[in-house]
Each structure stands twice: as C-alpha cells, then as structure tokens.
C-alpha cells in the first residue's frame, strides 16, 4: 500500500502523494476495525478476516510514519536489508524492527508497540494560546478519551497576521493534554495554526 504510494510520488509529484496518503488516512479513522483491533491482531483465527483497513491502510501508513521518524536514508537501507535478508522466506514484524534499528541506531520499540500492537489512532484537538508580553505562541493538545494517548512528532503550520507560512515540529507527549511552546518570537498572535500541512501523521485533527 505504502509503495504504491510511493510510486504515485514518483509519477505525479507530491500533491498527488498528499492525496493518495490523506485518503488511506480517511479509510483509516472510519474503520470500525481500526477503532476495535490492532494491526498485530494475534486473537483472530481466521486469516482472511485479517484483510481489512487495520493491515492495509493502516498497516500503508505506519511505514509513512517510520520514514519521518528515521529519515529516508536510514528507511530504505533497512528495507532494502529486510528484502534481501528475508526473500523467498517468511519474515515477522520484528525482523523488519530490528532492520530499521540497526541502520537508524537506536530503539524503535516504542513506534512499533504503538502503532501496530494498539488499536486506534490519535484524536487531537489543538488550540492556540499567545502571549503578548513575552512574544510566545503554545499549542494546547487534548487527546480523546477513545484511545490510550499517543506519542507523536506533529508538524504544524503557523499562519500569521500578514498570511507568512511558517512550519514546526512539536512534541506531542503520551498524555491527555499537554501545553507545548512553539520555538520563535512571536509578537503578534497567529491568524490560524493548522496541524499535519503535509499529511505525515495517522490521526483525526481538530481546531477551534
């Protein structure tokens, strides 16, 4: 699923690899499966019912999310290792962990329990507080009470009062609601602050 997206980049551009991913994100958050099982589902006996939303799509989109985490030289090594490693054979997630370990030098447990041993997705709603005074921007993130909370890197886009793009990395916690600072000096509060500008992360995002 992930590379076929992929090949759509590579064919028509970015624009129409945002779309592709923003639809497997669609099919994702509107999946009863997703909301109910894990990708690893290892209770369901019956293989076939094992072809859903959760092993595709959701499945399609946490290798996204491996690429942002690791970086792209690191992913494809691992990938290209993982292939040839396992060709002709059977291979378990695992394999495919310690793959990217290896070639991005660090511990990646976390990433793979999260997204593929939990049901569901981040819910995230974002609001924005400014202060004049000391020229300071937070974002306000709550996470639903549907899922355990979740630990993600969101890109966000600042907009400000003249319409200047400006995009960040923030660093959501694993908890219900955290105040993160926006790195900069910002005098003037914000015209808007839009979460995920370039569909990177699997989750619903809402804004006041």
């Known amino acids: ?16 690899f945002r779309a592709e991913m923003a639809g497997i994100r669609q099919t994702v958050v509107r999946a009863a499966v997703v909301a109910e099982r894990p990708v690893l589902d290892t209770a369901q006996t019956e ?17 996204h999310m491996l690429r942002g985490e690791v970086g792209d030289s690191a992913f494809f090594r691992a990938t ?15 394999d495919l962990r ?20 939990r049901p569901g997705f981040p819910e995230l709603t974002l609001k924005w507080e400014h202060d004049r005074a000391t020229a300071s921007l937070a ?3 709550t996470q639903s009470e549907r899922f355990a909370p979740f630990r993600i ?7 400000d009062a003249n319409g200047k793009l400006t995009q960040l990395v923030i660093d959501v916690p694993e908890r219900r609601t955290a105040r993160i600072a926006v790195p900069g000096r910002w005098v003037e509060p914000p015209f808007a602050v839009r979460p995920d500008p370039l569909v990177e992360m699997l989750g619903e995002f809402r804004t006041p």
Do not use: C, I
């Open 1 to 16: 699923t992930y590379f076929a997206a992929l090949y759509t980049r590579y064919a028509f551009g970015d624009s129409a």
């Open 47 to 63: 293989l076939m019912s094992l072809l859903t939303a959760n092993s595709y799509q959701k499945g399609g989109f946490a290798p």
């Open 80 to 94: 290209r290792a993982y292939y040839t490693a396992n060709q002709h054979k059977n291979a378990l997630t695992d």
């Open 98 to 117: 310690v793959a990217m370990e290896r070639e991005a030098a660090r511990d990646l447990t976390w990433f793979f329990d999260q997204w593929l041993t």
């Open 139 to 141: 974002v306000v993130v």
């Open 153 to 159: 890197p969101l890109r966000v886009e600042v907009v």
